[in-house]
C-alpha cells in the first residue's frame, strides 16, 4: 500500500460520509429555517417548537434514506476487503 491508495480510500471514506449524512443533514436544516421563518413572522419564541418538528423531519428522512446509506456504507465496505484481499 502507498500513499496515493491510502489517499484514495479516505476520500472514498470522506464521500461516504458526504452521501450517507447529506440527505439527513439537508431535511433538518430546511425544517430549521422554515422554522425560524415562522417563528420570526408570528413571534412566538417557543424553544421546544423547533426541536420537535426537526427530530420527527430527521427520524422521517432516516427511515426514507437508510436502504441507500446501507448501499454506500456496504459498497465501501465491499472496496476495503477487496483491497485487504488483494493486498492492495
Known amino acids: 500500500m502507498n500513499a496515493v491508495d491510502a489517499l484514495d480510500m479516505i476520500r472514498d471514506a470522506i ?4 452521501a450517507g ?3 439527513i443533514v439537508g431535511v433538518a436544516m430546511l425544517v430549521g429555517v422554515v422554522i425560524a421563518l415562522l417563528q420570526a413572522l408570528t413571534q412566538i419564541q417557543e424553544m421546544t417548537l423547533t426541536f420537535i418538528p426537526k427530530i420527527v423531519a430527521i427520524l422521517l428522512m432516516f427511515l426514507v ?4 446509506v446501507g448501499a454506500q456504507i456496504y459498497g465501501f465496505t465491499e472496496r476495503v476487503y477487496g483491497y485487504i484481499e488483494t493486498g492492495f
Open 15 to 18: 464521500w461516504v460520509v458526504i
Open 21 to 23: 449524512s447529506g440527505p
Open 65 to 68: 434514506s437508510a436502504p441507500f
